[in-house]
């Protein structure tokens, strides 16, 4: 890179810091994307936010080798989540590592619908299938300070990092690493089980993003063609017994799926099935009461 930088005080124009990184960065995304990235490695590096950036405040030290080596790795496509470690999902600041899958806003439907059911509600237990970083238990216990919130994923690592998530946010969860294909949960009579688990069919994987192909967990990303709802199908037999009489399931989902996920809660018994669909009109989250 070719800067003009203040060599002696080390200032350099936070606007014309950022539109150098916009320049730097060759992924194929679009502007707006690519301003979005160079908006989160400022932050991250140097504290400052778009209202300083657009005010051409100053900046102290470019820390030129260090954004370098920041610029080097989002051109091979790397997520910039996984290159800061940081993702934000509801408001919070989540670490993040390829052991887990990056927070997505859409998932925050999931939550507004747990909490607007139960965020009034006294003695609620809630277990999270597949919690990944951990950023729906984390959450869910944050703006649910008095429910019982319990967590559980196949990886190690995961659970890893959802712990150290729980802890950085000062969060009560009660994590355990568990296979629930192949171990049956122990948890009796749950308010809720909620989940994000795997439901891309491998059929689908020409419709990504190569960014998130080359690396996120594919563990925590695809199931088998022939057996899409693997991990749903899973959830409802088990809920079964791990759901207390007026329990209730919700569920992201595949939006190809939808009514085929409602045929099979309904197929366990389960009630009151509803799609729930997103700010863009895609179908989003499966509920079904027990």
């Not at 009660?174 to 059929?203: C, R």
């Amino acid at each position: 890179m070719s800067w003009t930088i203040v060599s002696i005080a080390k200032l350099m124009n936070a606007k014309v810091l950022f539109d150098n990184i916009v320049k730097e960065i060759t992924i194929p995304e679009s502007s707006d994307e690519i301003q979005s990235i160079a908006f989160l490695i400022m932050e991250k590096l140097y504290g400052t936010d778009r209202t300083r950036i657009l005010a051409q405040q100053e900046i102290s030290d470019p820390q030129k080798e260090v954004l370098d080596a920041i610029i080097k790795r989002v051109n091979t496509e790397e997520p910039v989540q996984y290159i800061l470690n940081e993702a934000y999902f509801y408001g919070r600041t989540f670490f993040v590592d390829a052991s887990v899958l990056i927070p997505r806003t859409e998932t925050e439907l999931l939550i507004e619908l747990v909490v607007a059911e139960y965020g009034h509600k006294k003695n609620v237990s809630i277990l999270d299938v597949g919690t990944g970083s951990g950023c729906i238990a984390v959450t869910l216990a944050k703006e649910m300070p008095g429910a019982e919130i319990f967590a559980l994923d196949v990886s190690n690592e995961a659970i890893a990092t959802a712990r150290k998530n729980a802890d950085q946010l000062e969060a009560t969860v009660y994590f355990d690493q568990v296979n629930f294909l192949e171990q049956k949960t122990q948890h009796k009579n749950l308010t809720a089980i909620v989940s994000n688990p795997p439901y891309i069919m491998h059929a689908e994987k020409n419709l990504m993003r190569n960014n998130v192909l080359k690396y996120e967990p594919h563990v925590a990303m695809f199931v088998p063609d022939t057996d899409p709802l693997i991990f749903y199908t899973e959830i409802a037999r088990q809920g079964l017994d791990a759901l207390a009489p007026d329990g209730k399931i919700f569920v992201e989902i595949n939006e190809q799926l939808g009514k085929m996920m409602c045929d099979m809660f309904e197929s366990f018994g389960y009630t009151k099935t509803s799609i729930v669909k997103d700010l863009f009109g895609k179908e989003r989250i499966v509920t079904a009461s027990r």
